[in-house]
């Protein structure tokens, strides 16, 4: 079952930016990606889905969802999709407000005007970007993308089409962690993304925003779970909520992107990495995305 949608793309959209997060893992069993073409699989309610996306002066969107013998696409399905089609095109964050925030700032300033229209690009759905928090916690990312692909087999399920879906909760506790340790997964990492999911499928651990369930309150609880720790829940409010505030001062890779701009001979530790990035409250979101694609670009 097929639905098409179109969603605008504002002046300036960085394809390149979109493509380049999404296609990361050379071979990915989830993603596939071509210039201005995005395939994405996802379980959405227990159902495959592979959302394409084609870029040009709009996003045009196609879902196509294993549901037999349905004849009307869900709507609470299609909000998902919607949801997880802005998501993935990064299209939570206006980079406009931090443009005019910090394009004279001394430090970011340069960074700002040398990149307009960075966005941050998200993962499909909260509780992908949770797990791939935890899956990348503390480890390099080419071994964190390794993880994940195996990640994606062991527990995800394919689409007709032959794309693999990234899993939800109640696939993931179907696992245990010898599946995981068994595939060069640690105990502690096995455990966190088991317990994490347990908590989430069994309803103890609420992931949607809400007047009653605010994103402090998830903040919070997420805190609480044992393994999860500060930078991962940045992380996940990050690239699964596009939260416009979260604070990366443990992430290694801000703290040389600050050590190239300060011109210093070591990194700023995490205290001193802190109290740079609250002078960009509540923009410290775009600050990171500024401070890791300086890295890329001195990299490229």
């Given at each position: ?49 592979v ?62 005007r ?7 690009v ?8 949770l ?7 503390q ?36 696992l ?58 940045n ?59 300086s890295?890329?670009a001195?990299?490229?």
């Open positions: 079952m097929k639905q098409q949608f179109t969603l605008d793309l504002p002046p300036g959209y960085r394809v390149q930016d979109v493509m380049a997060f999404h296609s990361r893992d050379a071979e990915s069993v989830a993603e596939e990606v071509s210039p201005e073409r995005l395939r994405k699989g996802m379980l959405l309610d227990g159902v495959p889905v959302l394409t996306v084609e870029l040009g002066k709009a996003a045009l969107c196609e879902a196509e969802a294993d549901l037999p013998g349905k004849r009307k696409f869900p709507d609470q399905l299609l909000a998902k999709v919607h949801e997880a089609a802005r998501n993935i095109l990064g299209l939570r964050i206006d980079p406009a407000d931090f443009s005019a925030f910090a394009r004279n700032d001394k430090l970011l300033g340069p960074l700002v040398a990149q307009p229209g960075l966005r941050i998200q993962s499909a759905t909260v509780f992908e970007a797990t791939w928090a935890i899956i990348g916690q480890i390099n990312l080419p071994f964190a993308i390794s993880l994940r692909r195996t990640f994606i087999l062991q527990a995800g399920r394919q689409h007709s089409s032959g794309l693999w879906c990234y899993p939800e909760a109640a696939d993931v506790v179907k245990t962690a010898e599946d995981l340790t068994s595939r060069k997964f640690s105990t502690a990492k096995a455990e966190t993304l088991l317990r994490f999911a347990g908590l989430v499928a069994g309803g103890e651990l609420d992931l949607v925003p809400s007047a009653a369930n605010p994103i402090e309150t998830i903040s919070a609880n997420l805190l609480a779970v044992k393994g999860i720790g500060p930078w991962t829940v992380y996940g409010l990050l690239r699964g909520y596009g939260y416009a505030d979260c604070s990366l001062h443990g992430d290694v890779a801000i703290r040389a992107a600050l050590q190239r701009l300060l011109g210093e001979e070591s990194k700023p530790d995490m205290a001193r990495t802190e109290r740079i990035l609250q002078q960009y409250q509540p923009h410290r979101t775009m600050a990171a995305a500024h401070l890791w694609a890295l890329a001195t990299a490229g």
